[in-house]
């Protein structure tokens, strides 16, 4: 069974940091692509950063500067530290784990959600 586990979430004033962590279970997770995405109240979930499973990274340009995404894989962990953090990055951070899979006759999509970790951001 799949498990992504995302701690880290905590009530910061604005300009403060945070550093979420996402523990992965029940997958090769060297592998995978993994993820944050956020969604604020009111708002449709938005990506945030991604790293792939060879270590390279893409952020959204609304934390580009700020946010740094890394993994160890021999922790089966992925962080995401936030720096210099704004009331708008307030929202619910979600972890992903992505790939690709070919089963012999087609590819498959392998996409896993954490239940996410609050993250507050106070003016």
């Known amino acids: 069974q799949v498990q992504l586990v995302e701690s880290g979430g905590n009530l910061v004033q604005a300009g403060g940091s945070l550093r979420l962590s996402c523990a992965a279970s029940?997958?090769?997770?060297?592998?995978?692509?993994m993820g944050w995405y956020r969604q604020a109240p009111g708002k449709q979930r938005e990506w945030v950063a991604k790293?792939?499973?060879?270590?390279?990274?893409n952020y959204a340009d609304s934390v580009k500067g700020r946010y740094t995404i890394s993994r160890d894989n021999a922790k089966n962990t992925v962080y995401l530290q936030m720096n210099s953090l704004k009331p708008d990055d307030t929202a619910v951070y979600y972890c992903?784990?992505?790939?690709?899979?070919?089963?012999?006759?087609?590819?498959?999509?392998?996409?896993?959600w954490g239940q996410g970790t609050q993250v507050t951001v106070s003016s």
């Open positions: 992903t784990a992505a790939a690709v899979r070919w089963d012999g006759k087609t590819f498959r999509d392998y996409n896993y």
């Open positions: 029940g997958i090769i997770f060297s592998t995978y692509n």
């Open positions: 790293i792939t499973s060879a270590g390279a990274t």
